[in-house]
């Protein structure tokens, strides 16, 4: 089962306001560290992330806050401590927070879509990828260049080692609707799902399940009663 949750981040709304009533919603720790934070809009996704981890734990697993803790592996990676059955990962860009969750291990990546920065590519992706994109001109080379970066995030944030694994020590190939990600000549056995979030967005999860079971845009209002 893998269930993919994601909010817009509320236009128009004094950040003071947002934080007063996502306060109730997250952890004392979560909140008290945005406080120490300079970026506002940082601070708003730290908050909104967790308070949707909190409500897709509530959803899907009938876990209240105050009933679970939220840890980081050596890498940074968040679970749930104690729970075997219970897995999340969080990502941001742009207007967006999206949670996947998962009875397995998972992984999720959002990227706000722009030009193709084909120095990042020559730098950190993986040579294969770098010919393609090199045939690749316009919005098509855009397009492939931030779907290639999301598929790569969300298999690093899968296996919970971040950039401690060089992004060209595996590459991303795309054959019609399916993503197979390749180390050497060996295919990785995950699987990697698009998450159709907004057009403007690439956005991928890796996991151990084929297909998602669901994707569902979440209203501020859900999240916190505000």
Known sequence: MIKVLYIRIP?????ENLFVCLQNFVS????????????????LRRLLGEALVGFA???YWNLPLGTYRIA????????????????FNL???????????SDREIGVDIEKRAKARMEVAGRFF??????????????????????YWSVKESYLKYTGMGLTRP?????????????????G????????NSCPVDAEYACYVCGEYDGLSGIREVAFEEITCC
């Open 11 to 15: 236009e128009h709304v004094e950040q």
């Open 28 to 43: 004392g720790e979560c909140y008290n560290e945005v406080l120490g934070y300079k970026n506002g809009k940082a601070a």
């Open 57 to 59: 734990l509530r959803e």
């Open 72 to 87: 980081r592996g050596e890498k940074g990676k968040p679970f749930i401590v104690g729970r075997e059955d219970v897995f």
């Open 91 to 101: 990502s941001h860009s742009g207007d967006y927070v999206v949670c996947a969750v």
């Open 126 to 147: 993986h040579e294969r990828e770098v010919r393609v994109l090199t045939s690749l001109h316009g919005t098509k080379q855009d397009q492939l260049f931030f779907n």
């Open 167 to 183: 992004l060209n020590s595996f590459f991303a190939e795309f054959v019609g609707e399916r993503v197979s990600l390749y180390e």
């Open 185 to 192: 000549e060996n295919e990785l056995p995950v699987y990697v």
